[in-house]
């Protein structure tokens, strides 16, 4: 998987995790280091609306391998 980055926009559905059963396009603020399980991370960001503006700030625990560009995820 490419390395997440501050300003990258992915969109998250429900392989990153279940609770985006309806999708949403995410824009990174920061990857966190925290410990979690592994192939598990933290991100904050804001949730960007159609028009692509911030409706919402949001920190996300999300699998790397249901984000865009992972290996699995394509």
């Known amino acids: 998987m490419t390395t ?3 300003g990258d926009l992915v969109h998250l559905t429900r392989a990153a995790s279940v609770q985006f059963g309806t999708p949403i396009t995410f ?3 920061r990857v966190l280091d925290w410990i979690t399980y592994d192939g ?7 949730e960007l609306n159609a028009k692509g ?3 919402a700030r949001r920190s996300v625990f999300v699998q790397r391998a249901g984000l865009p560009g992972s290996a699995s995820a394509r």
């Open 53 to 55: 503006d911030a409706v």
């Open 40 to 46: 598990w991370v933290w991100l904050n960001g804001y």
């Open 27 to 29: 824009r990174v603020i």
């Open 4 to 6: 997440l980055k501050a």
